[in-house]
């Protein structure tokens, strides 16, 4: 049975989404399987279990019709020169599509389906789409500075993210003196 959902407003800053519903904190434990290196993974966990990404996201009835939103901040930092990172995830649903939108920082969208890979990079105002069916993971590509993105998708897409950790990735972002290396 469908819920009403009344109109509503967020505001979206460079560090929050102000009126989120919903927050969580991802921590490298909480990244185990997700990196190249796990064994530098780990020894980092045990040292200072950093925070590598936020966020901040408004919920909705998940239902077709519906407009999830959310606003992710990934810290700056890497394990064994691989940037941080979102998990990464695929929808539930496979006909659903997304849309990121840089506000503040430098990142890569990396997206993937079968063994296609495809990269957009993000800056603030980047608007990029994320095809039905593709995976996706967000990478800041900064040394010092988080990378910040907006995102929307329907409410009712789900989210797999034990697929990204069943299938990896096949291509890995790494911080480079000059930039960063997708390889």
Not at 23 to 42: N, P, T, V, W
Not at 67 to 80: E, K, S
Not at 109 to 118: I, S
Not at 138 to 165: C, E, K, L, M
Request: proline share 5%; aromatic share 12%.
């Amino acid at each position: 049975m469908n819920q009403v959902q009344l109109p509503f407003s967020t505001v979206i800053t460079a560090e929050e989404l102000k009126g989120f519903t919903h927050y969580e904190e991802r921590k490298l434990s909480d990244m185990k399987g997700y990196f190249a290196d796990e064994e530098a993974r780990a020894a980092m966990e045990q040292s200072a279990d950093q925070v590598v990404y936020q966020v901040y996201r408004v919920e909705v009835p998940p239902e077709e019709g519906e407009l999830l939103h959310c606003l992710t901040v990934i810290q700056p930092g890497q394990v064994a020169g691989e940037c941080f990172m979102t998990k990464g995830h695929y929808h539930l649903n496979e006909k659903c599509a997304e849309i990121y939108v840089g506000v503040k920082g430098k990142g890569v969208l990396l997206m993937q389906k079968g063994q296609e890979v495809r990269t957009i990079e993000m800056r603030e105002n980047t608007a990029a789409y994320i095809p039905a069916g593709w995976g996706h993971r967000t990478i800041n590509v900064s040394a010092d500075q988080p990378f910040v993105f907006f995102s929307v998708w329907p409410g009712h897409s789900g989210y797999d993210y034990q697929r990204a950790v069943e299938e990896p990735f096949v291509k890995r972002v790494y911080l480079r003196p000059d930039g960063y290396e997708v390889k």
